[in-house]
């Protein structure tokens, strides 16, 4: 079963017989009716139902309500409205997460496209933060990414769109590196953390290292190396230092521990 939002319409759905091969439109879509889009569906398995995520709008202009709904059917062609989120855009997700890897300790996730999530409780109609605003896992040219449910090993695996632009190349902006969404009690609270996933290391060739070296704004530290693809890992003591960069081909990616920002991003 396919959902998808038919622009226009509503949200819809299509079924496969033949493994995904083909797809048959069903006679009686749409099976909501709204001005909305980006249905995240999954089975909510303590209720015995179907769950659907979708942005949603009400009125306009400036009074515009931009929203999640949250519906619930048990059988994907009759949906029943249970509750909204109010301050969510598009591509919406929810799912859950264990906290420091106890699988006896869990919350829930609602998250959208511009990577602004809330860490709440869901009973499969509605879902209640846990704290005030949102917080926010990826910074810069992220956007509407989203996660696969049922990965292995229990992962939550999720690819971005890297809205960057590739100036003289035959293709134009990418899909990021998947990542691994996990929840980690910080000094801060609970956060969610995104890091490469472990099989992007099946891609390595070769492997350099540099320890225990002293760097100066004198005496910068060179790897005498050549390619075009690289995965650097650096561990930096900075002492006195204010600020501190890595310098790959022309591009810089510089440290400012005054401003708190990594690549002008707060860190």
């Known amino acids: 079963i396919a959902a998808f939002t038919d622009t226009g319409c509503g949200e819809a759905i299509a079924y496969s017989n033949d493994r995904g091969r083909t797809f048959t439109y069903w006679e009686g879509n749409p099976v909501v009716k709204h001005k909305g889009r980006d249905p995240k569906v999954f089975w909510y398995q303590p ?31 009759q949906w029943e409205r249970r509750s909204t989120l109010d301050g969510y855009y598009e591509c919406p997700e929810i799912f859950e997460l264990s906290v420091d890897g106890d699988r006896g300790n869990t919350r829930w996730v609602v ?35 989203q996660t696969f449910d049922r990965a292995p090993e229990g992962r939550r695996i999720q690819i971005g769109w890297g809205r960057i632009d590739m100036p003289g190349m035959p293709f134009n902006q990418m899909m990021t590196f998947p990542c691994q969404l996990t929840l980690r009690t910080t000094p801060d609270g609970v956060r969610m953390f995104a890091e490469p996933i472990k099989e992007i290391e099946l891609l390595h060739k070769k492997r350099q290292a540099i320890e225990n070296a002293t760097v100066t704004p004198d005496q910068p530290i060179s790897v005498a190396t050549s390619g075009r ?39």
């Open 47 to 77: 209720g015995g139902h179907w769950v659907m995520a979708v942005y949603d709008e009400a009125g306009s202009g400036d009074q515009l309500q931009r929203r999640i709904a949250f519906y619930t059917s048990a059988s994907l062609k």
């Open 111 to 145: 998250y959208a496209a511009d990577a602004k999530y809330s860490i709440g409780r869901f009973d499969g109609k509605t879902f209640t933060p846990e704290h005030e605003g949102k917080h926010q896992v990826h910074w810069g040219r992220y956007y509407a990414s």
């Open 229 to 267: 693809l690289f995965d650097i890992r650096a561990e930096l003591a900075l002492g006195q230092a204010e600020r501190f960069g890595l310098k790959i081909a022309d591009r810089k990616v510089v440290y400012d521990r005054r401003a708190g920002e990594l690549d002008g991003m707060p860190l």
